[in-house]
């Protein structure tokens, strides 16, 4: 190979950007050491236990009628297909207004984030919670991690991260993000709430989610780093 060439090619595989690879890489690494420490316990670590029965007593004592209609109507807000939906229109909204990067961005990030969760509960076969904690059906799929946490914090990180780069108002672009974030915590929290998941379960998925978050936007941005054109806000 020329000297011409063996530049070019190591040119093609040089970061544009190194911070936002950095950061994320660093990021992914404090997520994973975390989920990490979670997936090994869990089986057998008494501290893992003790925390999982102390959260459930809390929220078991927060059951009411009128929060329980909420928390079903949140949890469905986080399902597969309610997910799959909002992370469909997004793409689509996203791409019809010539942001493609984005919409890529978005649909990669929530399609993989159920993939990887999906996985790791084949891997894992954590058993759910007894079934008369459960104010609503067990399903039969292993408990960990969360499919509802990951795939609900995944569209409300890539969402955020569209908000925040194509939102022009300050105030809009906060509310979008806090508003998505506490959608995510909600769902979470509705799962332990119903009682169809332990609260590892939906830490173990969150954190995963956030190293893979981490992951995908370091290299876009760093590789990949999507054209700052005109806000999607009028």
């Not at 020329?2 to 997520?31: F, Y």
């Not at 984005?102 to 891997?123: L, N, R």
């Not at 408990?143 to 108002?169: D, I």
């Not at 989610?209 to 981490?214: E, N, V, Y």
Request: net charge positive.
């Amino acid at each position: 190979m020329s000297t011409t060439g063996a530049q070019a090619s190591r040119g093609r595989w040089r970061p544009k950007r190194v911070r936002p690879l950095v950061v994320g890489v660093i990021v992914a690494a404090v997520c994973l050491a975390g989920w990490f420490e979670l997936a090994e316990d869990f089986s057998y670590s008494e501290n893992v236990a003790a925390f999982d029965a102390a959260v459930v007593a809390v929220v078991s004592s927060l059951r009411g009628p009128v929060l329980t209609v909420l928390m079903r109507v949140v949890t469905a807000s986080g399902g597969i297909v309610a997910v799959s939906l909002f992370t469909a229109g997004l793409v689509a909204a996203l791409a019809s207004r010539g942001r493609r990067c984005e919409a890529t961005v978005v649909g990669v990030t929530v399609a993989m984030g159920v993939a990887i969760s999906t996985v790791f509960k084949g891997v894992f076969g954590r058993v759910r919670p007894p079934a008369e904690l459960a104010l609503i059906p067990l399903p039969s799929s292993a408990s960990f991690p969360s499919g509802h946490a990951m795939g609900s914090m995944m569209l409300a990180l890539s969402a955020g991260w569209v908000a925040w780069r194509t939102v022009k108002r300050p105030a809009a672009r906060w509310a979008m993000v806090v508003a998505l974030g506490a959608w995510a915590v909600l769902v979470g929290f509705s799962r332990v709430y119903l009682g169809v998941h332990w609260p590892s379960d939906v830490l173990a998925s969150w954190l995963l989610g956030g190293a893979w978050f981490a992951l995908v936007i370091g290299v876009t941005e760093a590789y990949l780093p999507c054209s700052p054109s005109a806000p999607l806000e009028a």
